[in-house]
């Protein structure tokens, strides 16, 4: 490269850094962390973790719940306000996907999503924005695997038993790890004509609650029942709906995905429940380590990845605060 090229390409390189630096460059770090469920245990969690980060590292973390698109968008202009230079984001529904990221470009606000992938308008994840999540497939293996060696280990025939999949197909991290669920499922001897879906309106308990008992009161032939759904909530839904029939930890088992206070809470009563175990994941490499990446961005422009996928492992009441305390928790 001749000399006069070299100088114009170093001339573009600082023009472009000092496009990105942020726009008021005295404020201290700022950094939103918007969840679609406030109430549920595992995104206090996250906040708690993002906490943990914002003390270590010395910035300023506003915490927002946003249940619908309209809170969401609003979030968004009032951490322009309040002179924020980024947020996470679990968006109450993925397809706002263009929305969140039109305005948080309005508003130069750097953007990273956790939890739950943004998608565009035909439903494909948005490439270009920074997610960590879990592995959804891999950890809805977990569950089945869970479910189908309990299936033998309590020597159940696999012909009466029922599985309950509570589903929540419109997000795609649910879709993935129920679908993951009925693979092991199957792969463990379970027959496929035996597992049916049990659509959740919203994801909370009391909905997969109601799922759950349309279901086995439709299916009254079976004597013993497995339940999986995309959280804890789900299944502690699908358990109570159980319980309601007269269906009790002798012939249910349910496997969630969380492991936060909703599991834990199960697993401190004095009586075991037909919510048998949990697939913990870390609400500290959600919360903690995304905070950080975020920071990093904000004061050192340095990128977060791309995609980050978490992994998880099972508790149950007799190992979960063992297997906790090796994850950090
Ligand atoms: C989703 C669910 C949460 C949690 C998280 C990792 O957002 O709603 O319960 O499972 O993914």
Not at 158 to 180: K, Y
Request: charged share 20%.
């Amino acid at each position: 490269m001749n000399r006069t090229l070299t100088q114009i390409f170093r001339a573009a390189a600082v023009a472009l850094a000092l496009a990105s630096a942020p726009a008021f460059a005295d404020d201290p770090v700022k950094i939103g962390f918007v969840v679609k469920q406030p109430e549920e245990p595992w995104f206090r969690d996250e906040w708690r973790f993002a906490e943990q980060a914002a003390k270590e590292k010395g910035f300023v973390l506003v915490k927002i719940g946003a249940e619908n698109g309209d809170k969401v968008l609003n979030a968004i202009d009032n951490l322009k306000v309040q002179h924020a230079q980024g947020f996470i984001i679990c968006a109450p529904d993925v397809k706002l996907g263009p929305s969140i990221v039109a305005k948080a470009r309005i508003n130069r606000l750097k953007l990273m999503t956790v939890d739950d992938r943004l998608v565009d308008g035909s439903g494909k994840p948005i490439e270009g924005v920074p997610y960590t999540g879990i592995s959804a497939i891999n950890i809805g293996k977990q569950v089945g695997q869970a479910l189908a060696e309990q299936i033998k280990a309590r020597g159940w025939n696999p012909a009466e038993v029922g599985a309950l999949r509570v589903s929540f197909d419109q997000l795609p991290t649910a879709r993935d790890r129920t679908d993951g669920a009925v693979e092991a499922l199957i792969a463990g001897g379970l027959p496929k004509a035996n597992i049916f879906n049990a659509p959740q309106a919203k994801s909370d308990t009391e909905n997969a609650f109601n799922a759950a008992s349309i279901a086995i009161t439709q299916h009254p032939q079976f004597k013993h029942w497995v339940a999986f759904g995309m959280n804890d909530e789900a299944v502690l839904g699908a358990v109570r709906a159980a319980e309601g029939r007269g269906i009790n930890a002798a012939n249910m088992v349910g496997v969630g995905i969380g492991g936060s206070n909703s599991a834990l809470n199960e697993f401190a009563k004095p009586q075991p429940t037909g919510f048998f175990g949990s697939i913990l994941i870390s609400p500290k490499r959600h919360g903690y380590d995304t905070s950080l990446q975020m920071y990093d961005w904000i004061k050192n422009g340095k990128e977060p990845p791309m995609i980050t996928l978490t992994d998880g492992r099972l508790i149950t009441r007799d190992n979960a605060g063992d297997i906790r305390k090796t994850m950090g928790l």
